[in-house]
């Protein structure tokens, strides 16, 4: 009886209290495990919702739609369509004939503000909106004489009011706009002068100055970064692969390869502003490269990327199995045969996934470019390479940077837009990165 009552207490089918308590640590370790998720899941939630909320208004732009008198006596007292003399007219002079066509759509809608002057008028415009149609009528003179319809830039007030940066309250205490002409933009918005379309500038445009951030883009850092991923990628990768298959394939083992391998695994280690000093010390000061360059940025980047994708290289042929490469020696391949022909397609997968990740890395890397001087205000356009890698240009990141450190509202949303435009480049480089490697992937 003795030992079926004991046999009874030690039953499977009921579990003794050391079970039991096994059961609920594993509970409350699945529990934990749920919690962080969640909270990482809501911090992630919290700062697309922030970037998003505060970025997606940058993608409109407050504009002003006017027919414009493009008067031959301003703009070609000569009569003669003289390039030279119509580059002498300045943006003071297509000032006036936009204020005028201005005052000329307010009393045509018949508009009226009770205590509104020129001068708010004439404030309502950008002061980059001169400069834009002096640019277009210089490249198409044909135009001088004729009334032309042109969408122009509002004011970064304006605009912030529209997007509901700038209240009425805020605009008694605010010396750059006043409260009639708020009141003037109602107007002007409910008779269709004033609207917000697609803010393509904000894609194409170059940066612009403290005083104009609605006309400020990201043109030059799109390119900069565009030219800086094409030169790490012709550098990275082949340089890369090449060191991978040596080290992992035909390296011999011994102290020296462990010292190479322990140091690439401590350089992808290092904070990337450590290769800024460098870049700055070998680049610039020592092989005179140009500041603000693609060129120096691309080899800074390049030398951070490299040890990213020697690792991922290295165990990407790490996971083909021996038996591929004793197969293709067995019927007669030789070492580099084997490797090249039947080896390196198997790893192609994960190499191309570590290379896209190591260059989406690099793209969104700040630390090393402010230390070369790419941090630098520029606008004007790279030139088409080769010689556009050694203009002067900026770069996503930097961008960013850039606008935060600026005293108006206004580039605070433009900061926060180019973050997106920097989350989906990185969005689409991922996306390729699991394109590549379903595409390349085969099974033995």
Known sequence: MTDANAQARTSLFAPDARTARRNRAEARFRLYGLISVAIGLAALVMLLSSVLFNGTSSFRQTMLELPIALDAKVLDKKGDRNPDDLAKVTTIGYGRLISDALDKAIADNGIVIDGLT??????MISKEAPAQIRDRVLANPDLIGQTVSFKILANGRIDGYLKGRV??????????????????????????????????????????????PEAAGLGVAILGSAYMMIIVLVLALPI??????????????????????????NLAAVPSIVFGILGLAVFINFAGLPQSA??????????????????ATRAALKAVPPSIREAALGVGASKMQSIFHHVLPLAMPGILTGAIIGLAQALGETAPLLLIGMVAFVRDYPGAPPEGFFDPAAALPVQVYNWTQRADPAFVERASGAIIVLLIFLVIMNFVAILLRRRFERRW
């Open 294 to 311: 693609p060129i120096v940025g691309a080899l800074v980047l390049t030398l951070m990327t490299l040890p990213t994708i020697i690792i």
């Open 167 to 212: 209240t009425l309250e805020t605009a008694e205490r605010d010396s750059n706009v006043s409260v009639n002409q708020l009141h003037l933009a109602d107007a002007l918005r409910e008779k269709g002068v004033l609207n917000m379309p697609f803010n393509w500038l904000f894609i194409t445009a170059p940066d612009a100055s403290e005083l104009r």
């Open 118 to 123: 020129s001068k708010d008028v004439k404030d």
């Open 240 to 265: 890369g692969v090449a060191a991978s298959i040596y080290l992992e394939e035909f390296a011999p083992q011994n102290r020296f390869t462990d010292l190479i391998e322990v140091n690439i695994s």
